[in-house]
């Protein structure tokens, strides 16, 4: 094969698998989720059988332990104890536990002076937040856990939500829904791609789906949750993953909502995409269980796997792009990189005078979570793995 014909094939699978990751399969995903909701819809209506699930009256609730880990979040805790306090739910049914992961500022000096005879604090050493995990489960008493974060606000009925999915016997997790709040330039670069990606979440737990949590609000049985290795980075993947395998379901309720703090600058987000492209990359392993021609892992391929290879193959376009330049049609597909690229460099040069136009930082924004990724995989192969993690400023 000619080296032409090599660059040719090397193109035209990278274009194919980036535009397959960010159009075609969002299009396939949709139109399959329309006629399942539409199929549904006509069950409803011929069978009048209701299979939404009811919020339980108080008697029936179940216990539930609240796991809240925290690291040097002192900013946020009196808010998160406030909110804790509002939650309409029980409090003699509701155990809330603060692992404080080897802080350094005045987080434990706030929960220490916490009185709350429901909610307790535990002060293991540094060594990350699956270890934090850990040891709140450990400490916790109830059949149903939440998880949290210390900069995570619930609206007062998310709890009364997650777990009235809990009646049936094989309901394993459930993963509530993210509302994210920050700066200018975070709502116009990662909520904007945020509100893709819940689009995408919610289409695949209609259908039976869902990939992975949010870290900030999800629930699970007890019996799902096995003891993280210290090194993991993504809990909030590797549980559900295991859940799975235990042969339990993973829903997203997309009423249970919690409102979280995104990172204020692309800066920020930058060191946060290389922990998950770390963590990402080390879970791989975690969905070898699962069946192999299942929809679940057509939808990680499309929608985790492919996520994680498109800086190869954006790599792989540009390079095999530029020896074809002696074809016009191929030298217009350049001359498009080359101003998509053009465009995230005026982002990164001119990030505070952009702020004021929609979708102007956007592709600034779109190289960084790409180029993090690179970094996280070199890291990755280097064993650079900490588990402690960092405040993302």
């Not at 000619?2 to 949709?30: H, Q, R």
């Not at 993953?241 to 993973?250: D, E, M, P, T």
Request: charged share 20%.
């Amino acid at each position: 094969m000619s080296a032409t014909k090599i660059a040719e094939t090397v193109l035209w699978t990278c274009l194919t698998l980036v535009v397959y990751t960010y159009f075609i399969y969002p299009g396939l995903l949709f139109v399959v989720y329309s006629f399942v909701q539409v199929w549904r819809d006509l069950g409803y209506l011929t069978r009048r059988h209701n299979r939404r699930a009811r919020e339980a009256e108080d008697a029936a609730l179940p216990a539930v332990s609240l796991i809240i880990p925290a690291y040097n979040e002192q900013e946020y805790l009196p808010n998160k104890l406030k909110n804790t306090r509002a939650l309409d739910y029980p409090r003699d049914k509701l155990e809330v536990i603060f692992i404080s992961d080897g802080s350094t500022d005045r987080t434990n000096e706030i929960l220490q002076s916490v009185h709350d005879q429901d909610i307790h604090l535990l002060l293991p050493s540094r060594q990350g937040k699956a270890n934090a995990l850990n040891h709140g489960v450990a400490r916790s008493h109830n059949e149903i856990l939440v998880f949290s974060d210390a900069s995570t606000l619930f609206a007062p009925d998310v709890i009364r939500r997650l777990v009235r999915h809990f009646a049936k016997k094989q309901m394993g997790v459930v993963c509530g829904s993210v509302r994210l709040v920050g700066s200018d330039e975070s709502r116009l670069t990662e909520g904007f791609y945020w509100r893709f990606e819940s689009v995408l979440r919610l289409m695949e737990a209609r259908l039976g789906a869902t990939l992975n949590a949010s870290g900030c609000i999800y629930a699970l049985r007890r019996d799902c949750y096995q003891p993280l290795r210290t090194d993991e980075l993504i809990d909030d993947f590797t549980v559900p993953i295991n859940a799975r395998k235990l042969g339990y379901q993973v829903i997203e309720d997309p009423e249970a909502v919690a409102t979280e703090f995104s990172v204020d600058t692309i800066k920020g987000e930058f060191g946060r995409r290389i922990r998950l492209a770390i963590g990402s990359f080390g879970a791989l392993r975690r969905v070898l269980g699962l069946p192999l021609f299942s929809f679940t892992a057509f939808a990680f391929f499309s929608h985790k796997l492919l996520r994680w290879l498109l800086p190869f193959l954006l790599i792989g376009l540009l390079v095999s792009n530029i020896f074809l330049l002696p074809s016009p049609a191929y030298r217009l597909l350049l001359v498009a990189q080359v101003l998509f690229y053009l465009w995230a460099a005026l982002g990164f040069a001119f990030r505070n005078s952009m702020r004021s136009f929609r979708f102007a930082l956007l592709g600034y924004f779109l190289v960084a979570i790409h180029l993090a990724f690179l970094v996280g995989f070199w890291r990755y192969l280097l064993g650079r793995r900490a588990s402690a993690w960092q405040k993302a400023g």
